[in-house]
């Protein structure tokens, strides 16, 4: 085998080494950009949803009692976040939709969701409308968490520092995540009162 032979071959592996070498540090980089891409495009589809949420709960005080708006209100979101909903702990009831069945996962929706009812005069009503929602993605999700809460309200001498909820369902939830709060408002004109309570929360809620 002469000289130049040699040399070809170590040119062939230093340059294998370089390409593996490469691999090594971009592809983690790539795979965390992948996952943020999908954990943000995953974060914008719920806030879609929990403003719809908010929508539902205000039409729903169109039809309530002034004695049932905070419960049919609740009621509204929860029915739409319920979909939504991530993580839940062991012993919680799936909440039922009337003709539809039970939700899978959905047994968290009551301690995730939370609804205000507020009267801006005698006419017109603002509903808002938080939720916790569970950030699923690996690596993109606890950076998520961990950028929009950096130091936990104070606890940054803790070994996990907590999530925007204050890891409010972390010893909660089977399965941890963290979690990012989403808040929405909608509007609602009532220009008249409902005479008599409907009933409400319906059954399964």
Known sequence: MGRRDVKSRDHRTDRYGSVLLEFVFAFPLMLAL???CMQIAHIWTARLVVYYAATAAARTILTAHESE????AQQAAEQVLSWTVIGQAFGEIPKEVPGWGLIPGSGSIDRK???EVQAIDDWNYRVDVEFDFGLI???AGPMIAWAVNPWG???EWLETRADPTGN????LDT???PHVVLRESALVAKPFKTMYPTGVPAGGW
Request: hydrophobic content about 45%; aromatic content about 18%.
């Open 113 to 115: 969701t939370r609804v």
């Open 34 to 36: 992948l996952f943020a």
């Open 168 to 171: 409010a369902h972390r010893y």
């Open 69 to 72: 708006y905070e419960d049919a």
């Open 153 to 155: 309200q104070g606890t």
């Open 137 to 139: 993605m690996p690596i």
């Open 175 to 177: 399965v941890a995540y």
